[in-house]
């Protein structure tokens, strides 16, 4: 015990709020002067990661084993009756530091977000957003269901998705139309949750005085450095700069592929077959593989980060291979009482998620590289600029690249790491657009919102979208499963605008990546400064002690552009 409370963040988990309150109350009725500020911030920072953290064990459970009943009940009750009081006591512990007119050191930043959130807390809305939370959890015990038959065995959605790598076009098709039926068959239930979602986000929106649930949420993500206007400005500039770019990209696949024309099975911009007619890599066999090599990527990146990873794998805290009742998403949860970070994949054996756990473990090391701080609005993951945290995760799937070749401890021979780096650097291409549908798609919804209630309307949206920023897709015979395919992008669902960050995230780290092929050493060190700083200075300035700069316009899509196809035209002429 340390102050009354558990050091052991899983015997806190087993408290409810009666016996959380009295720790609550103490701190609520604590003098507060300038020589017993640090104390308090201390201890209600203790506090407040162990409260985190509890949620975030009982939601982690709720995507590992999404059959797990008994999880669901803990997690809903958890949810419903200590969330909310901690929540308001949060709020009640900012306006008191804000009345008090104190400004502790480190605390700009922090205070800042703290005047925006109690500016738009309403009291509420607390258990609206303990409906949400209810509703986003039924939508992952939904996903998490989908199973199907491929040739008499049971796989899952992440599976699947794998063959449509397959060099076999008829496999290819085959899987899509498997997925589309899958989606096909949840309409229902994925519509009811999404209608409830939406009725009460703009219930919130209009509880704190907001027209719309944009402008809200925008608030809530504390997104200080940019607008609406701004995000539509990046569309555009993808349109004008990238379209192109990833047409010359289909255009060489058609090629390669002696196809007139692309179907949504020869490119679903991150799976897609080898336009050589190689058989997709296949870096590791299982899990314990996986990990055994990412630990030499990590150690020649930087072996202070390779000592983080090991912690993460020697705590069991990594869940990386797909299995059945497993939810088809990736992700990073930090948690924050232990100093930790729990990452979770359903891995298949492919390139991707080679790439895909390079990006999570980025994630993880900001995890680690920030918590020094002492207060938890300094160094959580939820207080720190999506923005900036997103650039953490892109940049090291960039600097772990140099390392992925066997002749450095790394998972490819020479040609396959050509292969491997090829496919990379043409999805760095392939996300912008993509990304551009599913947040253009947003703003539709939310500027939007009673019709976006008629799911059909919002299929036709997302159809026009596709054609728009993936033109090169022939959709002819398809357009059903065009239209019900803006299901599989759970961001959309669960968490609202959190897409475009990896957009603006993806440029910086482009950024970061053209700094380390000048100097990878010290383009490490300047990231590492960066995550180190967590929410203590401004989203620009974290961009700039990354050695990047915050910008998302045309001229620097268009540098981006040019350097990876650059890059790509240099593997292609050694090959």
Same mark, same amino acid.
């Given at each position: ?6 050091t ?9 709020w ?7 109350n ?6 507060l ?6 104390e ?12 985190a953290?509890?949620?975030n064990?009982?939601?982690?459970r ?5 059959n *797990? ?11 419903e ?10 709020q ?7 009345e008090?007119g ?22 509420e ?7 949400c ?8 015990e ?8 491929? *040739? ?15 060099? *076999?076009?008829?496999v290819?098709?085959r899987? /899509?139309?498997?997925?589309a ?5 949840q309409r229902t239930e ?9 009725d ?14 944009r402008?809200f ?6 997104r200080?450095d ?7 400005v990046?569309h ?5 700069v990238v379209?192109?770019?990833v047409q010359?990209?289909a ?13 949504? /099975?020869?490119?679903?911009?991150h799976?897609r ?15 314990a593989?996986?990990?055994?090599i990412?630990e ?15 912690i ?9 291979e797909?299995?059945?009742?497993k939810?088809p998403?990736g ?10 970070a729990?990452i ?7 390139h991707l998620d080679?790439?895909?756990h ?7 090391f ?5 918590a020094?701080w002492?207060c ?9 600029p999506?923005e ?7 940049a090291?799937?960039l600097?772990?690249s ?11 021979t ?14 760095l ?9 599913v ?12 019709a976006?209630?008629?799911t059909?309307q919002? *299929? ?14 022939? /959709?002819?015979?398809l ?6 395919? /803006? ?13 475009v960050?990896y ?17 990878q ?23 700039k002690?990354a050695?990047?700069k915050f910008?998302?316009g045309?001229?620097?899509l268009?540098?981006?552009?040019e350097l990876?196809?650059s ?9």
């Open positions: 015990m340390k102050n009354g409370l558990p052991d963040p899983i015997e806190f988990s087993e408290w409810d009666d016996q959380i309150a009295p720790h609550a103490g701190l609520l009725r604590r003098r002067t300038l020589s017993s500020i640090d308090w911030l201390a201890d209600w920072s203790a506090l407040a990661r162990l409260i953290e509890s949620f064990r009982l939601y982690i709720t995507t590992t084993h999404t *797990d009943r008994a999880n669901h009940a803990r997690f809903r009750k958890y949810s009756e200590v969330m909310p009081k901690a929540r308001e006591f949060e009640r512990m900012k306006t008191r530091l804000l008090s104190l400004r502790p050191k480190g605390m700009a930043v922090p205070l800042r977000r703290m005047r925006s959130d109690s500016a738009i807390y309403r009291p809305n607390l258990p609206l957003r303990t409906k939370e209810a509703l986003e959890a039924e939508y992952n939904l996903t998490g269901s989908r199973t199907f038959d491929w *040739d008499g065995e049971k796989v899952d959605q992440a599976q699947v998705f794998g063959k449509l790598g397959d060099l *076999d076009r008829g290819r098709e899987a /899509w139309r498997a997925i039926a899958c989606l096909e068959s994925t519509d009811r949750i999404w209608v409830q979602l939406l009460l986000r703009q219930q919130m929106a209009r509880n704190a005085g907001f027209k719309d649930y402008s949420h925008w608030r809530e993500l504390a200080f940019y607008t609406p206007q701004d995000c539509r990046f555009d500039g993808i349109t004008r379209v192109p770019a010359r990209l255009e060489k696949r058609k090629r390669g592929l002696s196809l007139d024309t692309l179907r949504i /099975w020869d490119d679903f911009w799976l077959p080898d336009p050589l007619g190689r058989l997709p890599l296949k870096p590791f066999k299982s899990a593989e996986l990990t055994t990412a030499r990527v990590f150690t020649g990146v930087d072996p202070e980060l390779a000592a983080y990873y090991r993460l794998r020697d705590e069991g805290l990594l869940d990386l797909a299995r059945p009742h939810s998403v992700y990073m949860q930090e948690l924050p009482a232990s100093k930790r729990f979770f994949t359903v891995a298949v054996g492919l080679v790439d895909t390079l990006h999570e473990s980025g994630h993880a900001h995890v680690f590289e920030s020094g002492p938890h609005y300094q160094s959580m993951q939820d207080y720190n999506v900036f945290v997103e650039l953490g995760s892109m090291m799937e600097l772990g140099p390392y992925l070749g066997m002749d450095r401890g790394g998972f490819y020479e040609s396959q790491l050509a292969q491997a780096r090829l496919e990379h650097l043409e999805q291409l392939e996300f912008w657009p993509y990304m551009a549908v947040d253009a798609f947003q703003h539709w919804v939310y500027e939007n919102p009673d976006a209630h008629d059909r919002c *299929d036709e949206v997302w159809a026009s979208l596709q054609r728009v920023f993936r033109p090169h897709i022939d /959709w002819t015979g357009e059903d499963t065009l239209r019900v395919s /803006w299901r599989l992008q759970d961001h959309i669902m669960t968490v609202p605008f959190y897409y960050e957009g603006m995230a993806q440029l910086g780290a482009v950024g970061v990546w053209a700094n380390a092929l000048k100097d050493a010290g383009a490490v060190k300047a990231y590492r400064k960066a995550l180190s700083l967590g929410n203590t200075t401004s989203l620009p300035d974290l961009y002690a050695g990047v910008a998302f045309a001229t620097d268009r540098r981006a552009v990876i196809e890059a790509i035209a240099e593997i292609e002429r050694g090959r």
